[in-house]
């Protein structure tokens, strides 16, 4: 069966996301400072990492759900320093906003703008972007879906098989571009999906099963497309 639609992973995929999160972390920081300012004054940006790490190894489903990992995590700061639970959501909102100014790779877009005239275009992320409100790439993707949208994280089939039920195709017509080993190209392929490692560091693989391609740049799909997977 022919591809009818590509999945992207977006984080390193798409765009670089450390940069991207210390970003959206400093600007949640410079506005407590100037609203809330004791949480900056107890919490460091480390101190605040360290609590979520502590959180997920407490409740592990919340790698599902990051959003809500966060979240519980500016409960706990502003509940120690004694304010009122109601600036939580507006917290949210900062650190969120911030989030989604990201700046794709230099081969995304010319890639999208050849790719989704041919083909359905969906995101699938662990992360907490939604792809549909990031102007420049938006238009692009008929489906956006986080694994905080299903309560299970890639590699778990859920995300996979859901991005299947929304695109009205079967596993075997869909690829799957993803950075990470594990969650994107050996999920989608237990999944019965075509799988391409975005191998933009240029790592060794080193998984017994291997993906259908490796590339380093969406400037190398088309060549891949044609010589089918």
């Not at 460091?44 to 519980?72: K, V």
């Amino acid at each position: 069966m022919s591809i009818r639609v590509i999945c992207f992973d977006l984080d390193d995929t798409l765009w670089p996301v450390d940069s991207v999160i210390r970003h959206a972390e400093n600007a949640l920081r410079q506005w407590f400072y100037r609203y809330y300012p004791r949480i900056p004054q107890n919490f460091s940006i480390s101190d605040m990492q360290a609590m979520r790490q502590e959180l997920l190894r407490e409740q592990p489903e919340l790698y599902a759900n990051l959003h809500e990992l966060r979240r519980i995590n500016i409960k706990q700061v502003v509940n120690a320093v004694g304010y009122d639970e109601a600036i939580i959501e507006p917290a949210l909102d900062i650190f969120d906003n911030a989030r989604h100014k990201v700046k794709p790779y230099h081969d995304v877009i010319p890639a999208l703008e050849r790719l989704y005239k041919n083909y359905t275009l969906c995101a699938l992320t662990n992360g907490t972007a939604d792809v549909k409100r990031i102007d420049k790439l938006a238009r692009f993707f008929t489906v956006s879906l986080r694994a905080g949208d299903v309560g299970h994280a890639k590699p778990h089939p859920a995300l996979f098989e859901t991005a299947c039920q929304r695109c009205e195709v079967e596993p075997e017509q869909v690829l799957h571009i993803g950075d990470h080993v594990d969650s994107d190209v050996l999920g989608a392929l237990q999944a019965g999906m075509h799988a391409i490692w975005m191998n933009r560091k240029k790592q060794d693989w080193n998984a017994e099963h291997q993906p259908h391609a490796i590339i380093h740049s969406l400037e190398e799909l088309d060549n891949v497309l044609k010589q089918g997977l």
